[in-house]
């Protein structure tokens, strides 16, 4: 797979190969497209053309000096899409969805619709949650996939974890009055024990003008991995299907359009 700079920085890139409608997968933190290219790709390339990139300091992407922001990630991400040159489909998990839905928010004109999957808008969002360190008994595991692929080699796992670590106890930091300024729709979606709170998830989904909502049961912070076929299905449905949906007994919908 090829190498573009963006804003800069030599990123390593998945270029649609067709044209046509294109789906953009932005991948969690600690992690890599290939995640995503793997579970969902298959499903969602037979009827979008994908295309994805790793992250500064994720993946096949080197990393800078500089700690991680979604700020950053958000105008990496924006820098992908004008480089694309065509409007797309975001789908963002974990970390991604946070960065995709910054996206969605700063450059509407980027993006026909956004999934947003586990996403949380501010840190304080989360379940308390056992820290992960270079201290923790699957760093060294961890360590040794991230060498597979880090052009900055095994040694550099620990300044990833600790920087991500840094970004999550402290970003993001939107409010539900910022969220009400979405003109893209969007699909909130997240396992029943995800990662969020439940009623972070549910504040997310009711400040978004005609966004749509996805609780996935029996499901995790993996829901993608845990029910690829039908996390697929719902995400192909929402970026198909109508975008304000129409059923037979509307409530917040209706409260929603009258406002």
């Known amino acids: ?149 880090s052009p900055d080699g095994i040694d550099h796992a620990g300044v990833v974890v600790e920087k991500s670590l840094r970004l999550i106890t402290t970003q993001p930091t939107l409010s539900v009055e910022d969220l009400r300024a979405m003109s893209v729709p969007a699909l909130v979606m997240a396992g029943d024990d995800d990662v969020a709170r439940l009623s972070h998830t549910v504040s997310l989904y009711e400040a978004m003008p005609g966004a749509q909502l996805a609780i996935v049961p029996g499901t995790s912070h993996a829901v993608l991995k845990e029910r690829p076929k039908e996390s697929a299905a719902l995400i192909e449905e929402f970026f198909l299907g109508p975008a304000q949906p129409v059923t037979q007994y509307p409530i917040r919908r209706a409260k929603k359009s009258r406002e």
Not at 1 to 8: D, K, S
């Open 1 to 149: 797979m090829p190498r573009v700079p963006l804003n800069g920085h030599p990123t390593w890139v998945v270029l649609p190969k067709k044209k046509g409608k294109t789906v953009v997968l932005l991948h969690g933190g600690l992690s890599s497209s290939a995640s995503l290219l793997r579970g969902l790709g298959p499903r969602l390339s037979k009827r979008f053309a994908l295309a994805a990139f790793d992250r500064r300091g994720h993946g096949r992407t080197a990393d800078t000096d500089a700690p991680f922001s979604y700020d950053d990630m958000a105008l990496e991400t924006i820098a992908f899409l004008e480089l694309l040159n065509r409007r797309v489909y975001l789908l963002g998990h974990s970390d991604g969805a946070n960065v995709a839905l910054l996206v969605a928010l700063q450059r509407p004109d980027l993006v026909h619709r956004v999934a947003l999957v586990g996403a949380n808008y501010h840190f304080e969002g989360l379940m308390p949650m056992e820290e992960f360190t270079p201290q923790s008994p699957g760093f060294e595991q961890f360590a040794l996939e991230f060498a597979t692929r």
